[in-house]
């Protein structure tokens, strides 16, 4: 079992759409969790860190369920911009493991 | 402008023919790492670095080897190429990895093919 697990997609949804993301990890152990967003062919950036509180950043708002060992990104009001991979990321241990990714296509 | 740069950003080689890619960055970061993106398996490290003339495994080294002689440079050396290495590398740098801030700064990525 892959330590940290995505739904690979492909999300096909239409501008103005909510859409969301799920990602479980597999250690229990895991400190903190983290969204990168990849462009097509291109390198991965840190989208926005996951606090057990909730975050907010603009249309983004991810969450964490330390109980269920589940971290979510929620996009409001998808823009065609918005389309690109996303990467849910999960820290232990000084080492960063990525799971592989959900594509999303926002279309017009 | 801070950055990552890796070099070459395509390459197409033959199999058992020795390549290094570089990996320079400006940010006087002291962490260093190598990935290989491939498709349904997204990233996978390589080998890492906490700083210089410390290099650690991580989870698919084999038919690597890296070395960190400056702070700034971690190239990746494929001594002998195989098939099975054609695939998309990343090199990423950042302040010492904490569970404070996850970011990984990358580089643009290398499109290694080995035929």
């Known amino acids: 079992r892959k330590e940290v697990e995505q739904d690979p997609g492909p999300f096909n949804v239409p501008e103005g759409a909510t859409v969301a993301f799920n990602c479980t990890y597999s250690?229990?152990?895991?400190?903190?969790f983290f969204w990168y967003r990849q462009d097509c062919r291109k390198e991965p950036k840190l989208l926005m860190s996951?606090?057990?509180s909730g975050n907010e950043d603009g249309r983004f708002t991810a969450q964490l369920n330390r109980a269920s060992q589940y971290i979510s990104l929620l996009i409001r009001d998808s823009k065609l911009s918005d389309s690109a991979t996303y990467l849910c990321?999960?820290?232990?241990?000084?080492?960063?493991?990525f799971g592989q990714g959900t594509e999303l296509s926002v279309k017009p | 402008e801070a950055q990552v740069t890796q070099n070459p950003r395509y390459l197409i080689t033959v199999t058992g023919k020795k390549l290094t890619v570089t990996c320079s960055q400006n940010?006087?970061?002291?962490?260093m790492s190598w990935y290989r993106q491939d498709p349904g398996l997204g990233l996978r490290q390589i080998y890492y670095?906490?700083?210089?003339?410390?290099?650690d495994k991580g989870d698919v080294p084999e038919g690597y080897k890296v070395s960190r002689k400056e702070k700034r440079n971690f190239p990746l050396i494929l001594e002998s190429p195989s098939p099975n290495q054609t695939s998309l590398y990343f090199c990423?740098?950042?302040?010492?990895?904490?569970?404070?801030?996850?970011?990984?700064?990358f580089g643009e990525g290398s499109r290694l093919t080995v035929l």
């Open positions: 940010m006087n970061h002291e962490y």
């Open positions: 990321v999960a820290y232990s241990k000084g080492k960063l493991i």
């Open positions: 996951v606090y057990s």
């Open positions: 250690n229990s152990a895991s400190q903190s």
């Open positions: 990423a740098s950042s302040l010492p990895v904490s569970g404070n801030t996850g970011e990984l700064f």
């Open positions: 670095s906490m700083n210089v003339e410390v290099t």
